[in-house]
Nanobody, 126 residues
Framework: QAQLMEYGGGSVQAGGSMSISCVGA????????MAWYRQTPGQGLDRSIS???????FYENIVKGRFTASRATAKSTLYLQMNNLTPEDTGTYFC????????????????????WGRGTLVSVSS
């Protein structure tokens, strides 16, 4: 059964850094694009970063320049390095993966996601 599991998270002071990761299992990690979503207080669930099967990354403006995502296909792992964190970054971070026909080798985009991790909490204090 396909599953995603996030690791890391916790508490950090504003201006600090934190890294989280997500391990995928039970599906072809290499051909499926992935994304980091976050749910922050008062906001909905938003996709912050997309990482396509070919490694292409797209960052939303709110995290661009501070967050870096990467994927290690050999380890079926998606990473997120977060720097210069602010209290507004506080929230639950989820990894998600494409499903079905959205998955194909060397895809340059991330389409519909259908697999989700349970999320990990990131708390940034001022």
């Amino acid at each position: 059964q396909a599953q995603l599991m996030e690791y890391g998270g916790g508490s950090v002071q504003a201006g600090g850094s934190m890294s989280i990761s997500c391990v995928g299992a039970g599906y072809n990690f290499a051909t499926c694009g992935m994304a980091w979503y976050r749910q922050t207080p008062g906001q909905g669930l938003d996709r912050s970063i997309s990482v396509a099967a070919d490694g292409y990354r797209f960052y939303e403006n709110i995290v661009k320049g501070r967050f870096t995502a990467s994927r290690a296909t050999a380890k079926s792992t998606l990473y997120l390095q977060m720097n210069n964190l602010t209290p507004e970054d506080t929230g639950t971070y989820f990894c998600a993966a494409e499903v079905g026909d959205s998955c194909y080798a060397n895809s340059h985009a991330v389409g519909r996601v259908g697999r989700w991790g349970r999320g990990t909490l990131v708390s940034v204090s001022s």
